[in-house]
């Protein structure tokens, strides 16, 4: 199992970003998928979890309205579409499929 993440970057408050994270090894399209974040000493966070299908999603109280998760099952691709984000929301994004995680991705909102 490979999970690798991309997007990640430095946007200021207010701004959008776009994770992706590229799933091998096995069939991607009938597992759930979920993001997590974890900031600096803090621990890690569930963000945002989509259904095998993307029929259902749900997602952390702190970032519901501003982030949305999808995932294409043709390209073994989940994504996490993140508008208005916020100087909290700076953290290493990952993610995940049961006991398997990818390497991260950082984001950092700053001005």
């Known amino acids: 199992v490979q999970l690798v993440e991309s997007g990640g970057g430095l946007v200021q408050p207010g701004g959008s970003l776009r994770l992706s994270c590229a799933a091998s090894?096995?069939?991607?399209?009938?597992?759930?998928m979920r993001w997590y974040r974890q900031a600096p000493g803090k621990a890690r966070e569930l963000v945002a979890t989509?259904?095998?299908?993307?029929?259902?999603?749900n997602y952390a109280d702190s970032v519901k309205g501003r982030f949305t998760v999808s995932r294409d099952n043709g390209k073994n691709t989940v994504y996490l579409q993140m508008n208005s984000l916020k100087p909290e929301d700076t953290a290493v994004y990952y993610c995940?499929?049961?006991?398997?995680w990818g390497q991260g991705t950082q984001v950092t909102v700053s001005s």
């Open positions: 995940n499929r049961a006991n398997y």
């Open positions: 090894g096995f069939t991607f399209s009938t597992a759930a």
């Open positions: 989509i259904s095998s299908v993307g029929g259902s999603t």
